[in-house]
C-alpha cells in the first residue's frame, strides 16, 4: 500500500491567502485525522472523521480553518485567510477501524509557512 | 481532559547505552498507549502500543509496559544504537465508546546517540 499520501509537502503563501491541504488516507480505512505541529505547542489534534462524517472539530483553531471529507479517499483542510502564527507542519493520519482505539498511520506532512 | 507528560530533553547517550524515557498519563476510563518515532523530514511511525493494564509492548529492541497504578507507560532499551536517533512521542487514545479518537501526545522526546 502507498501509505497516507499529502500534498504539497511544502507550501510557502502570504498572509490573507488562502491555503488548501490535501490527505489521500489508506484505502479502506475508516477514520481520518488532522493533526498541527509546532514547536510552541507540539502536536495537536485539529480534527477527526469516521466514516466521512466529522465527529470532534473542537481542535480546529477558529473559524479561518475547515475541513472537509467528500468521500472515503479524500480529505481537505483550508486556512482563508491564512496568518503567520498558522505556519506549521500539517499531518494527516489515517486509521482502520472507526469502533476501537487503534494504529494511526501518517502521512509525511505538509510543511506550510505563511510569510 | 486527557494530558501526557514526558521528559523533553534532547536526551543524549552513547552507543551502546541503556535508554529510559519517561512517560505518564492521566485519563478518563482505559485508554490505549501509544509510542511514535519520528526521524528528520518524517512523519510519525508507530513503534510499539498496549490496550490494556499490564500488557507490554515492544518493537526492534524497544518495550514498555501499560503500568495502570502508576499511569506510566515508560519506553526503554537495552543497548541503543545510533539509527535511534529520532524524536519519540508517547501519545494516548481513550475509548469513548463512540469510535475511534484522537491522539493526545506529549511534546516530544529528542534522542540524540553518539558513536
Known amino acids: 500500500d502507498a501509505g497516507v499520501i499529502q500534498s504539497p509537502r511544502h507550501e510557502v503563501t502570504e498572509m490573507g491567502q488562502e491555503v488548501t491541504l490535501r490527505c489521500k488516507p489508506i484505502?479502506?480505512?475508516?477514520?481520518l485525522f488532522w493533526y498541527r505541529q509546532t514547536m510552541m505547542r507540539g502536536l495537536e489534534l485539529l480534527i477527526y472523521f469516521n466514516n466521512n462524517v466529522p465527529i470532534d472539530d473542537s481542535g480546529m483553531p477558529e473559524d479561518r480553518f475547515s475541513a472537509k471529507m467528500p468521500n472515503a479517499s479524500f480529505s481537505t483542510l483550508k486556512i482563508q485567510p491564512s496568518e503567520p502564527r498558522d505556519s506549521a507542519v500539517y499531518f494527516c493520519a489515517s486509521s482502520p477501524s472507526s469502533g476501537l482505539p487503534d494504529t494511526q498511520y501518517f502521512g509525511p506532512g505538509t510543511r506550510l509557512t505563511v510569510l | 481532559g486527557d494530558s501526557v507528560t514526558q521528559m523533553e530533553g534532547p536526551v543524549t547517550l552513547s552507543e551502546e547505552a541503556f535508554l529510559t524515557i519517561n512517560c505518564t498519563y492521566t485519563?478518563?476510563?482505559?485508554?490505549?498507549l501509544f509510542w511514535y518515532v519520528q526521524y528528520p523530514g518524517e512523519g510519525l511511525q508507530l513503534l510499539l502500543k498496549?490496550?490494556?493494564?499490564?500488557d507490554k509492548g515492544s518493537n526492534k529492541g524497544f518495550e514498555a509496559t501499560y503500568r495502570k497504578e502508576t499511569t506510566s507507560f515508560h519506553l526503554e532499551k537495552g543497548s541503543v544504537q545510533v539509527s535511534d536517533s529520532a524524536v519519540y512521542f508517547c501519545?494516548?487514545?481513550?475509548?469513548?465508546?463512540?469510535?475511534?479518537?484522537?491522539?493526545?501526545f506529549g511534546k516530544g522526546t529528542h534522542l540524540i546517540i553518539q558513536p
Open positions: 484505502s479502506g480505512h475508516n477514520s
Open positions: 485519563a478518563t476510563g482505559y485508554p490505549s
Open positions: 498496549a490496550t490494556k493494564a499490564d
Open positions: 501519545a494516548l487514545t481513550s475509548d469513548s465508546g463512540g469510535g475511534a479518537d484522537g491522539l493526545t
